[in-house]
DNA sequence: TATTGTAACTAACAATCGTTAGTTTTGTGT
DNA sequence: ACACAAAACTAACGATTGTTAGTTACAATA
């Protein structure tokens, strides 16, 4: 499928944005990754900031949405849990790089945008953690502090999208398993 | 004991990079934070560049040196293991806002003092990864990938400092205990 | 061939950036 | 009261920022 001039921007924006920031990327430096100069694109785009939140807003419906299916279906605790990894790792091979400017720019979205970003990212949270006490309650999880567990976990997942390039030869179905496994049983041998 | 004005810079700076990053920070800003005008805080440093590497090299010497004393000790891999999650939580506790800076904006760094934090951050995950192998090799380890293994520890481990903040009830070994326990055992009852 | 829309261009704007030079204020010890 | 050092100040610099206005090149369509 080919893309619109706009999108061909977000996309080369967005691997300017993962490697320096978005404050330290200037129009003039996306416009001559794209061989155009920084007037030029201004036929295509509103500006600096709708890059970003086009970016960030797009991944974060993406998790959104994620997490409204697997919290809709009839699971077991832990069985949401490993849907949601298997989200994070489906989101960070399609989205490494609006992943990362969700997680390292979205102080910089402007007022009305990042109110809603926000939002978005604590439903989510909330969401995981309900599904977290309710394992504990089953016991189908360890009695940890919810919220520690909660922490750990969604560290590991948001910065997945750090180490996966560096792990290109690592089969998409071999992390998973492998991630499942480590997070779920740990990393000792008992 | 009393600051130097140098080093109340810094700490004032820290605390406004960690909210908006380094670049999104100017020098009028640190300095109405100071309550003095930019040019005055050249009194006291070179330069902006100063403020971050003295920030970012404090914090990295610290890992390191941690790093080296767990690694000369004589203990077992998931002995070790325990230490670093020690380690990683002092330096939380203690530099949370050089931390953010390591993390976020290191790459902001000048050639020479990015190359040498690059340096220290590959030997510190060399010697974390040669730990796990270890454990691995003597079965106290399950048998994942090393590198699946490392990256999940650490991310948990690096992004502490974001969460640690709002979870100012929890105890300081009441935290450990539980993340060496969900590292360890993982979440799931067995 | 003439028209029209798309997408590039040049030139410039006001604002802000890190930093420097030179000067004045403030506080301390004699 | 005086000298001296520390730390503030004003003013300005050249560079860069995001963005706008107005214009030109080019390709497809009528």
Redo the contacts with the bound molecule.
């Keep these: 499928m080919k893309l619109?001039?706009k999108q061909e921007i977000i996309v080369i924006a967005s691997k300017l944005f993962k490697e320096k920031g978005f404050?330290?990327?200037?129009?003039?430096?996306?416009?001559k990754a794209?061989?155009?100069?920084?007037?030029?694109?201004?036929?295509?785009i509103?500006?600096?900031?709708?890059i970003l939140s086009t970016l960030i807003l797009e991944v974060a419906h993406e998790f959104t949405n994620g997490m409204n299916a697997v919290v809709s279906e009839t699971l077991t605790p832990i069985q949401k849990i490993e849907k949601i990894i298997e989200l994070h790792i489906d989101i960070t091979v399609n989205y490494s790089e609006g992943l990362a400017a969700l997680n390292n720019d979205w102080m910089h979205l402007e007022e009305e945008n990042r109110k809603s970003y926000i939002k978005m990212r604590d439903d989510y949270e909330e969401n995981f953690r309900s599904i977290i006490k309710e394992g504990i309650r089953d016991k189908s999880l360890t009695n940890n502090h919810p919220e520690v567990i909660l922490f750990s976990i969604l560290s590991t997942l948001r910065t997945l999208y750090l180490w996966y390039q560096k792990r290109g030869k690592l089969d998409e179905n071999v992390l998973k398993k492998d991630m499942v496994a480590i997070m779920l049983q740990g990393i000792a041998n008992h």
Tied chains: 1, 2.
Excluded: C, F, P, W
């Design positions: 619109t001039r404050q330290a990327v200037s129009m003039r430096d996306i416009a794209m061989g155009i100069k920084a007037s030029s694109l201004y036929n295509h509103q500006g600096k900031q709708e």
